[in-house]
């Protein structure tokens, strides 16, 4: 089955964060960076990057370039807490997620059936859940592997998306400038350009062995990536400390019945990707509902098995918060031990 990768990158995430904490912020010129003499930006918003200025730009440089420019200092204790709700909206649809960074990850989503398995659409959700819940905006590349995905991420941004299907990857591979692909950098871009090589296109009508004695070992990979191929997996190594499954209704519902036919319907569902995560302890089981006005609650209870009749407590317990309020949407998440330390030292607070 041929992969359904995203790619998704949040848009100028620091200063994202701190423009949507802070309004007076969101319709000036900000950086994110420090303030020593020889100190340089972690990113820029959107109106900054108008002005030339980017990220890793020194102070004096990009206040050069826009005197209004406001630099301010990062708190990476709040993009570490964003990046922890992105990371949760991630697990939601997949299992295999391969992060790069606070604001980016790869997504593998072949084996989702949401959506009637359209990569698309996943990718169009994810986005909608991380503005709904942090009114913050992503972008995302959708493609059959991690090289086109995550140059199709930055097709349509801030706040869009690129799907390249399996049928137009040589299309759109053909045109694509050298730079383009990762490992090549300024330096070597010009030492390509000097032997005529400047596109993709340009590299196809070479050979591996005439590349190999201008990149060496290094030319397998560009000649592969000039024709599009990438077979690399997710390399996922994080340790799993919950799951979750949930829905989002295109209706609201009211109905206690109907709400427990939710919770039937996703219960087979989260079984199959606890059988995916592996051999795991399950320290608890929880449920959420957000309502119609977009409040959210949560119920817990310690549990060392997946019962779907616990669930069904839970839900009961959920619903008495409900005020009148009509139900959005349903989740269903368990939660893990920590296997790096011992029963004592177990946290029973849910992410």
């Given at each position: 089955?041929?992969?359904?990768?995203?790619?998704?990158?949040?848009?100028?995430?620091y200063a994202a964060v701190e423009m949507r904490?802070?309004?007076?912020?969101?319709?000036?010129?900000?950086?994110?960076?420090?303030?020593?003499?020889?100190?340089?930006?972690?990113?820029?918003?959107?109106?900054?990057?108008?002005?030339g200025v980017r990220s890793a730009m020194p102070n004096s440089r990009a206040l050069a370039l826009c005197p209004e420019l406001v630099i301010v200092n990062g708190r990476m204790d709040a993009y570490k807490a964003a990046s922890k709700q992105i990371r949760a909206i991630f697990e939601r649809y997949t299992d295999i997620i391969e992060p790069l960074s606070l604001d980016e990850a790869y997504l593998d989503v072949t084996d989702c059936e949401l959506f009637q398995g359209s990569a698309t659409l996943i990718a169009q959700q994810i986005r909608t859940d991380i503005f709904e819940e942090l009114n913050l905006t992503a972008s995302a590349g959708i493609a059959p592997s991690k090289f086109l995905a995550k140059i199709a991420s930055d097709e349509n941004k801030p706040n869009g998306q690129c799907v390249i299907t399996p049928e137009t990857v040589s299309d759109f591979v053909e045109d694509l400038p050298l730079k383009k692909i990762h490992g090549i950098g300024p330096k070597?871009?010009?030492?390509?350009?000097?032997?005529?090589?400047?596109?993709?296109?340009?590299i196809r009508k070479s050979s591996i062995k005439n590349l190999s004695l201008l990149m060496g070992k290094f030319a397998k990979v560009i000649y592969e990536r000039s024709h599009g191929i990438d077979n690399r997996k997710l390399e996922v190594s994080r340790e799993?400390?919950?799951?979750?499954?949930?829905?989002?209704?295109?209706?609201d519902i009211s109905e206690h019945a109907d709400c427990v036919e939710v919770v039937a319907k996703l219960f087979p569902q989260l079984e199959q990707r606890l059988e995916k995560v592996g051999d795991r302890k399950i320290t608890k089981q929880g449920i959420k509902l957000k309502f119609a006005?977009?409040?959210?609650?949560?119920?817990?209870?310690?549990?060392?098995?997946?019962?779907?009749?616990v669930f069904i407590d839970l839900l009961n317990k959920a619903l008495e918060r409900a005020e009148n309020r009509k139900v959005r949407l349903i989740g269903?998440?368990?939660?893990?031990?920590n296997t790096s330390c011992d029963e004592s030292q177990l946290s029973f607070t849910f992410e």
């Open positions: 089955m041929t992969q359904k990768i995203i790619h998704i990158d949040m848009d100028c995430f904490d802070n309004p007076n912020l969101k319709d000036i010129p900000i950086a994110v960076g420090g303030n020593g003499p020889r100190s340089v930006l972690s990113t820029c918003n959107y109106i900054a990057r108008s002005y070597t871009a010009e030492k390509l350009k000097r032997h005529g090589f400047e596109t993709c296109a340009d799993r400390k919950s799951l979750a499954i949930e829905r989002t209704f295109a209706v006005d977009f409040n959210q609650t949560t119920v817990e209870q310690q549990s060392h098995e997946c019962t779907k009749t269903l998440t368990l939660g893990f031990s």
